[in-house]
């Protein structure tokens, strides 16, 4: 009786569109997967590199269960830190060319530690794009700070916040590299610049860089030449990893400072064997195989430019996210359905999450898909959009 409310929180959530039925994979996670028992070529996962499926990675998991357990059965500072997860972390900050690198459990909480960890202070100033993931809002949140939000890449605006923190204790500019709706980056030689200018230190969630951007997927600063001038650099295990969880790769003082009081690592239980075994085997396949990248944008060129071809509007898109603006919640939604029954899942992304009037499908390619799924993807786009009078 008590949560009664909740029926009317439901029926509130089902009228807006926003009540959220899951959509169940059978078997793995592939640029073809199986869904909702229907195969179709997958454009939702941030499966990048195809990793998921990748023998080594597999082995490598397999391998570490014998080795090492299933689980940690505790937080890193008690005695949820095995050998293999410093190893880890000393081939991750060697691959973001760091001191150090720290893991954790998901790309959101190392962002809600770092936000909230270095953010200590109401007289701190923490000033963040508009268009930042969830992670890092929640993050300045819970931090003490006081907080700033510049409209999307604005950086007049983000001049002039730090303008007026001249007299803040510290300064931190969060950005994430690419941005996850839109795929557009972040001008990260502009933000680092600013920053120097005013004495701020910067944050970039690399979400979804990592194994994208930059030298062998090194992320956004690599991509810039700015790596020496970010002192955050946010990873993600998650998206083209293929496994779970997140980094923070910096300086030794950072690593040591989150260490001791960063609130997700020391109040939850550490990476299991089989993810840290996962994630230092796809750092390897990372450097060993650049191959994948170079098709990842091949695939993600080639799919650009037939939807541009076909007369769809792909925004701002620079990189493998790749929106197609439709602008009507309903017609974004009616666009999916009937994609996913001729076979192509392309994910309707809609108001709130996305602005009003901003609502689109989000496409994702992976170096996995072969010409003709792409091929078959566009015949499709090209079908349905016209039978909905969207081109
Ligand atoms: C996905 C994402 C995260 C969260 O990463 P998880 O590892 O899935 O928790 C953080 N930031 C951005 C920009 C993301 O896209």
Redesign the pocket.
């Known amino acids: 009786m008590l949560l009664n409310f909740l029926d009317e929180e439901i029926s509130q959530l089902k009228a807006e569109g926003r009540f959220v039925k899951l959509r169940v994979v059978t078997g793995m996670q592939a640029p073809v997967s199986v869904v909702d028992g229907k195969t179709v070529v997958n454009l939702t996962s941030?499966n990048y590199l195809d990793l998921t499926e990748h023998p080594k990675l597999k082995a490598a998991a397999k391998a570490a269960v014998d080795s090492n357990g299933v689980g940690t059965a505790a937080v890193r500072p008690i005695i949820g830190t095995m050998d293999m997860h410093l190893a880890l972390e000393a081939k991750l900050a060697k691959f973001k060319g760091t001191e150090a690198a720290l893991t954790f459990q998901?790309?959101?909480?190392v962002?809600v530690a770092c936000c909230q960890s270095l953010m200590s202070s109401d007289k701190d100033l923490l000033i963040s794009d508009e268009l930042?993931?969830a992670?890092?809002i929640d993050g300045g949140r819970l931090s003490k700070a006081v907080r700033k939000i510049y409209p999307h890449k604005d950086m007049k605006a983000l001049e002039a916040i730090l303008k007026e923190g001249a007299g803040a204790r510290r300064r931190m500019i969060v950005t994430?590299g690419?941005?996850?709706m839109d795929g557009d980056l972040a001008p990260l030689p502009e933000i680092v610049a600013l920053a120097e200018k005013y004495a701020a230190f910067v944050m970039v969630?690399d979400?979804?860089a990592s194994g994208v951007m930059g030298k062998n997927g090194r992320g956004t600063p690599s991509h810039f030449g700015v790596s020496d001038k970010v002192e955050i650099q946010?990873g993600?295990?998650?998206?083209a990893v293929g496994a779970?969880?997140?980094y923070v790769a910096g300086e030794r003082r950072l690593i040591d400072y989150l260490t001791s009081v960063a609130r997700p690592f020391t109040f939850s239980s550490s990476l299991p064997p089989s993810v840290v075994a996962t994630c230092s085997a796809a750092v390897d396949v990372m450097l060993d195989e650049p191959e994948r990248i170079a098709k990842l944008w091949d695939n993600a060129r080639h799919f650009k430019e037939g939807l541009k071809k076909l007369g769809f509007d792909t925004g701002a898109s620079e990189t493998p996210i790749t929106p197609v603006l439709i602008g009507d919640t309903k017609k974004a939604q009616a666009f999916s359905a009937r994609l996913f029954e001729e076979g192509v899942f392309a994910l309707a992304i809609c108001f709130p999450i996305v602005g009003r009037g901003k609502d689109r499908l989000r496409t994702i390619v992976s170096s996995g898909h072969t010409a003709k799924d792409l091929d078959f993807a566009l015949e499709k786009f090209g079908k349905v959009g016209r039978e909905l009078g969207l081109i």
């Open positions: 941030n998901s790309g959101f909480t962002n930042n993931h992670s890092i994430d690419v941005f996850s969630d979400a979804h946010i993600t295990l998650s998206k779970v969880g997140g």
